[in-house]
């Protein structure tokens, strides 16, 4: 009863805070770093602060709240957020009465948040990975706050939250989100990781894996579908995994795959990540037998020495890498597979290196994401012997060279095909044309106007160049 007139209190005062505007619409910004997991959770934060009457700030606009939505998966990316948090406070000195709120990732990190709460006193909201549904209560906590001081000069409030709720998984499934990537619409299907790789830090800030109830993931891509969008992808640190935490054998990747693949409409399944250790048969097949999944799979190698593999606890082997990507050609041979790959992983000799570019020939990607590795405070890999990073450029140097050849050679082979494309933007570079792409995940560029976005086309192929295809529609 307490806690229930207290919240009332806190929300009044809130919107006490908000009539002082004058009724002026109230702005946000949101800044995202890093996966499509955040790029999905950042809807989630448009979705809790659009419920409280904030509007996506217009460019050169003035934001009342701003977010950070972090990522610590690199360095540069930890770097990069830690930076432009610096910068807004020359904003905050402009407006004492802006927002500022670091949530995701980087606050998870043993320490950080303590130390943020050091470094940018004018930081006034701290979440972790599990905690973005706070940050309602948390902003109306600010601005009460604010309120009484008017009045009398109490503390100011500030936030620094990285427990995470036993009831998480309750509480976000009826967190609002504001979708911003039509046609494409993201799916949590895992929250999570259990795989515990030395370079890489995921478990520690996101906690162990967590399966949604399967009938709300096949809710909410009905749901997606009835409101018109036409790419559905399924996310999670290892989506291959899901419901290994689940008492019900017929919970699974696979199935859901299958029961995805049965709701109606005209629509793509993508999904991402998969870990090679756990595409099993069962997955191959669901994804061979369906008619709405892509022939596309992104499947990390990282490396293609066995030693360096194992250093990085990746739990298989370079043979069974192999194994997998015939069984995936064997049963979808149109099939187009992406990967990560790491240098210069501690350990990483020359030899081993030139394993990691024997797999590249051998598997031909039609893209890689390739990137240096970097020490992860906290990880076992930080603690091993570091390679030198003049030696990290010149590898990752040669593998790009490969990689651009081989997307460059596959690419030509779409030339004078009509392949189904999905218009997903109006083209960045090119007037008067747009971008989408085809089954197999390649990026086709094309005449059309806004128009054309969310729809599906048969194009023909005319050029190619490097990843990129150009065509014109057929019919």
Sequence with gaps: MYNSLLKKITRLRAHAIYVQSKGRNMFYKINTYGCQMNVHESEKIAGILENMGYSDCPENGNPDVIVFNTCCIRDTAERRALGNIGVTKAEKKRNPNLILAVVGCMPQQDGVAESLKERYPYVDIVLGTR??????????????SRARIKKRSDKKYRCFDTEQPQNYLEIDEKTPQTRTSYPNAWINIIYGCNNFCTYCIVPYVRGREVSRDMDSVLDEVKKCVDEGYKEITLLGQNVNSYGNDVDDPN?????????????????????????????????????????????????????????????????????????????????????????????????????????????????????????????????????????????????????????????????????????????????????????????????????????????????????????????????
């Design 251 to 475: 919970v699974n990747f696979a199935n859901l795959l299958r029961e995805i693949d049965k709701i109606e409409g005209k629509f793509r399944v993508r999904f991402m990540t998969s870990h090679p250790k756990d595409l099993n048969d069962d997955i191959i097949d669901a994804m061979a037998h369906s008619s709405k999944i892509c022939n596309n799979l992104h499947l990390p190698i990282q490396a293609g020495s066995d030693k360096v593999l194992a250093n990085m606890n990746r739990r298989y082997d370079s043979e069974k890498y192999l194994q997998t990507i015939e069984k995936l050609r064997k049963a979808m041979p149109n099939i187009g597979i992406t990967t990560d790959i790491m240098v210069g992983f501690p350990t990483e000799t020359e030899e081993d290196f030139q394993k990691t570019l024997e797999i590249v020939e051998k598997v031909h990607y039609s893209n890689a994401f390739t990137f240096i590795y970097s020490p992860r405070k906290g990880t076992p890999a930080a603690k091993m012997e570091q390679i030198p990073y003049s030696v990290k450029q010149e590898r990752i140097s040669r593998l790009i060279k490969l990689q651009n050849k081989i997307t460059k050679e596959i690419s030509d082979t779409y030339v004078g095909g009509v392949f189904e494309v999905l218009c997903e933007d109006i083209a960045p570079k090119y007037e008067g044309m747009v971008c989408g792409r085809t089954e197999s995940g390649r990026l086709v560029t094309f005449e059309g106007t806004s128009d054309d976005i969310g729809k599906f086309f048969n194009v023909k192929i005319s050029q190619s160049k490097s990843a990129s295809l150009f065509g014109h529609k057929e019919g």
């Design 131 to 144: 905690n973005i549904a706070e940050l309602k209560d948390e902003i109306e906590k600010v601005l009460s």
